[in-house]
């Protein structure tokens, strides 16, 4: 599956953006669906994952309560809504998708990754 992560841009603090990933070549609904991050000198950390149906979301203690995960399967694009921004949310934004089965936290664990698109929180 191709992945296509769109919606990066500059935010003041305490700001909201929308990423969208766009997913073709495969069925999305085959697919959880997970957001990462990695700031300039850090490894790539996990931000949150949704399920095929959309029905359950998990995410890293640093986001939870800020951002939200969600998906369209009819238009085969998974979202994340990033509200209240930080500067240390700074990073660019990876969105991937999973055939394994529960919780993915891992890249490892990710098959098909978009090429990133970059947030910048500036305060």
């Known amino acids: 599956v191709q992945l296509q992560a769109s919606g990066g841009g500059l935010v003041q603090a305490g700001g909201s953006l929308r990423l969208s990933c766009a997913a073709s070549?495969?069925?999305?609904?085959?697919?959880?669906m997970g957001w990462f991050r990695q700031a300039p000198g850090k490894e790539r950390e996990f931000v949150g994952t949704i399920r095929r149906s959309g029905d359950n979301t998990y995410y890293a203690d640093s986001v939870k309560g800020r951002f939200t995960i969600s998906r369209d399967n009819a238009k085969n694009t998974v979202y994340l809504q990033m509200n209240s921004l930080k500067p240390e949310d700074t990073a660019v934004y990876y969105c991937?998708?999973?055939?394994?089965?529960?919780?993915?936290?891992?890249?490892?664990?990710?098959?098909?990754w978009g090429q990133g698109t970059l947030v910048t929180v500036s305060s």
């Open positions: 991937a998708a999973t055939e394994a089965v529960g919780v993915a936290r891992y890249t490892w664990e990710y098959n098909y």
């Open positions: 070549g495969r069925t999305f609904s085959n697919y959880a």
